[in-house]
């Protein structure tokens, strides 16, 4: 699997190398429009849905690229793409807009890469989070300068943000006993979030998605987890607090995957920035509560696991699987009902050694 993701990860940076590139921004009924073109284009190997709704009612809609659209398969990894979280941040946004005519024309011509990546991937692409902030943006027209216009939703609100912190969750488990994934949401997390949260975290329950990549601007650097920093920093103390994931290694590998496919993010130096590789540990950058990070399904690097499958009411199963470098591995499990063991009562118990003296022998 891990090959198949790495040409994923290429892809935004490689597309424009080989179908035309329209450099103009899209408002948002521009937007919608090229998504349909899109579908149209490729119907086969398209859906377009939505999500949901933002503030202001405008849909979130999402370019699905597969062969079996709206349907998972077996052994097929389900990733996502994000873009415009902050309304301001436009690159994101027009970069998937052309990921998405990219995919589709490439299909068309027979690129063995995009035909092989389409059959065997399901692929998610959200355009745009926040069109409520985009369309303050845009609105300023091109002699306003004002940096951070547009960057909230339509409340005030900054989605990256606004998701529930499930970093102090793990933490607590890490220190005290406990699960560091698949953590329940809050009871009234709904209550707490904005509509455009809502519908990605919905969005998120409803698919088994493997990798992600949400895509800002303002810096040239691969971000990879945890952007909360387990320890407490004073704003404006910057200094190196690593917060790592587990999977550390196999982040760091994803994050390089991108930076070196990048024509000079790998270097490192970016508006006064460094990075070493192009990449950084979020909380090592800055520690940032609340944001889309937290829960994450789990990778493997190569190389061999022991892997333990377990249900209530039902024995637990342990085996030893390898994981290769190239196609996923599949391992089934057949767990046995659990036996329920038969405690007696002291009255049983006594009943029955009265009953067993009454008819001994002698």
């Known amino acids: 699997m891990s090959g198949l993701l790495s040409v994923f990860l290429h892809l935004l940076l490689l597309f424009k190398l080989v179908a035309a590139v329209t450099f103009r921004h899209h408002r948002y009924d521009d937007l919608v429009r090229t998504l ?31 062969d079996q659209p709206g349907f998972h398969e077996l052994l097929e990894p389900e990733v996502k793409y994000v873009g415009n979280m902050h309304g301001n941040e436009v690159l994101g946004r027009e970069l998937l807009l052309q990921l998405s005519e990219f995919l589709c024309e490439e299909f068309r011509n027979g690129n063995q890469r995009i035909v092989q990546l389409v059959q065997d991937t399901r692929i998610h692409i959200l355009p745009s989070m926040n069109p409520d902030g985009y369309e303050v943006a845009a609105s300023q027209g091109p002699g306003i300068s004002k940096y951070l216009v547009g960057r909230n939703n339509a409340n005030g609100v900054d989605l990256n943000r606004n998701f529930p912190d499930l970093n102090t969750y793990i933490y607590y488990n890490e220190k005290y006993g406990g699960p560091n994934h698949h953590l329940p949401l809050p009871d ?3 209550n707490q979030v904005e509509p455009e949260t809502r519908a990605v975290i919905q969005w998120i329950r409803s698919f088994n998605f493997v990798l992600s990549a949400n895509l800002h601007g303002g810096a040239v650097v691969a971000n990879y987890p945890y952007d909360k920093s387990l320890e407490h920093r004073a704003r404006g103390f910057r200094r190196t607090a690593s917060t790592p994931t587990p999977d550390d290694k196999l982040f760091q590998k994803l994050a390089k995957v991108y930076s070196y496919a990048h024509g000079w993010m ?11 590789e192009g990449i950084t540990n979020g909380a090592s950058w800055y520690s940032l509560s609340k944001g ?8 493997l690097l190569p190389g061999t696991y022991t892997v333990t499958a ?7 199963e342990t085996v030893t699987v390898t994981v290769g470098p190239g196609e996923p591995k599949l391992v089934d499990f057949q767990l046995k009902r659990s036996i329920p063991q038969v405690t007696e009562s002291p009255k049983q118990h006594l009943e029955a050694e009265s009953d067993q003296s009454k008819f001994s022998p002698g």
């Open 36 to 66: 349909y073109k899109v579908h149209n284009e490729c119907p086969y190997i398209t859906r377009l849905y939505s999500i949901g709704r933002s503030v202001k009612g405008r849909h979130l809609y999402v370019l699905e690229f597969s």
């Open 292 to 299: 889309d990070q937290g829960d994450y399904f789990r990778l």
């Open 188 to 190: 009234n997390w709904k």
């Open 266 to 276: 790998y270097h490192g130096w970016n508006c006064g920035d460094y990075f070493p």
């Open 310 to 316: 377990s249900a209530p009411g039902f024995d637990p």
